[in-house]
């Protein structure tokens, strides 16, 4: 790889859909129902197809990896994205439903140690860096959110049989906008109450009546 520092390094510069947020609790990837390898940390961004930062993001990958391996066709690695319809097809075939990554690439980034976290706040990027304010804040980054992410992209070489050497995503930062629709959990209690504020009064309407008893 290169000597050069940060050389990997990659910012979002718009926001993107946050989806699979597994951002305070390191879980073991799965295959086939099982547990495999060691506990990450991880999150997949979902980004439209004329997002501004798909070029960008596929260069920075692609440099990292000539890089190592000066004239690889691209074509021949394993990379961190998949296509939104191959993502939307394989969770059709399992009876979930991914339709919101049709048409769109996913990214998916994963650490073994926390990323740093943030969120806009009153317009303000907010660093959470306390175990009390991630605590405050972790209902945030919730699937579906709109979010900015910053990753380091570093190559690798195959160490199975019949896999591709490729390029890995490892999550340094999310910052959630705690904004769009909320694509799986159910609806969020504001979402479900929200036909209570404004109707309320102080006054009891019980008052003096008989009461009874989800590339």
Same mark, same amino acid.
């Given at each position: 790889m290169s000597d050069t520092p940060n050389a990997g390094i990659f910012a979002s510069t718009a926001p993107a859909?946050?989806?699979?947020?597994?951002?305070?609790?390191?879980?073991?990837?799965?295959?086939?129902?099982?547990?495999?390898?060691?506990?990450k940390f991880s999150g997949a961004f979902v980004l439209a197809a004329d997002h501004p930062d798909v070029a960008a993001l596929k260069a920075k990958a692609l440099g990292v990896a000539r890089a190592k391996w000066p004239g690889i066709d691209p074509n021949?690695?394993?990379?961190?994205?998949?296509?939104?319809? #191959? $993502?939307?097809?394989?969770? @059709?075939?399992?009876?979930?439903?991914?339709?919101?990554?049709? =048409? /769109? *690439? #996913? $990214?998916?980034?994963?650490? @073994?140690?926390?990323?740093?976290?943030?969120?806009?706040?009153? =317009? /303000? *990027? #907010?660093?959470?860096?306390t175990d009390a304010a991630k605590a405050l804040a972790k209902s945030k980054f919730y699937f579906g959110t709109d979010a900015l992410f910053e990753v380091n992209f570093v190559a690798y070489d195959a160490i199975r049989d019949g896999e591709k050497n490729g390029v890995n995503a490892y999550l340094n930062q999310v910052v959630t906008l705690n904004r769009g629709e909320r694509l799986a959990g159910g609806p969020s209690p504001s979402e479900t109450f929200k036909g209570y504020v404004g109707t309320s009064t102080d006054e009891d309407p019980t008052s003096g009546a008989d009461q009874g008893g989800d590339w």
């Open positions: 859909t946050l989806i699979h947020p597994a951002l305070f609790e390191a879980k073991a990837f799965k295959r086939n129902g099982k547990d495999v390898g060691d506990p021949s690695l394993a990379w961190p994205w998949a296509k939104g319809d #191959v $993502v939307a097809d394989k969770a @059709k075939a399992k009876n979930k439903n991914a339709e919101y990554a049709r =048409g /769109k *690439i #996913v $990214v998916t980034a994963r650490s @073994k140690f926390q990323p740093r976290l943030g969120g806009l706040e009153s =317009g /303000k *990027i #907010v660093d959470y860096e």
